[in-house]
């Protein structure tokens, strides 16, 4: 029963920025399927009780949350962020990334997103004004909730 028990997927998030509705989302299909989720961030944060629901309160600082993400996680694992570089070490660890969009990162198109940000990065430093995502919206959601129902069907039970 052991060996069982650790073959169990979690689901993680990068909760600081993680939007409120996605939560509620992974709160439900927590409960639902009775997969362990934890959040983490770096701010108090107000979970559902649930015994397959948990938070995990880091210091403050640049990364702190991701790096202990990836520290904890799992081969296997389930991590949901739009933060590129933790979705990247997720990745290289054998997890799975998704971000609050619905837009799973992969081996294929984690390359290319880690040469956008950089190259953003790049452009705001010299002062260009970038802009930030859009709101996330009704399509957002729903295009989340279908991609994470997909997944936990073909990787639970």
Not at 22 to 31: D, P, T
Not at 32 to 50: C, K
Not at 69 to 87: F, H, S
Not at 89 to 113: C, D, K, T
Request: some cysteine; overall charge neutral.
């Amino acid at each position: 029963m052991a060996d069982r028990e650790k073959m169990i997927m979690r689901i993680w998030v990068d909760a600081d920025a993680c939007p409120n509705v996605i939560k509620e989302i992974l709160f439900r299909a927590a409960e639902r399927l009775h997969i362990p989720l934890i959040l983490v961030a770096n701010s108090f944060l107000r979970t559902p009780p649930s015994p397959h629901i948990s938070s995990i309160r880091v210091g403050a600082g640049l990364d702190v949350a991701d790096n202990t993400i990836v520290r904890k996680m799992e081969a296997g694992d389930l991590v949901i962020t739009a933060d590129i570089p933790l979705a990247s070490a997720v990745i290289n660890q054998g997890g799975h990334a998704l971000n609050p969009r619905g837009e799973f990162y992969s081996r294929e198109n984690i390359e290319e997103r880690l040469s956008m940000r950089n190259f953003m990065d790049e452009l705001r430093d010299t002062g260009v004004n970038t802009g930030g995502p859009a709101a996330l919206n009704q399509k957002d959601r729903q295009a989340f909730a279908n991609q994470l129902d997909r997944f936990l069907a073909r990787h639970c039970r």
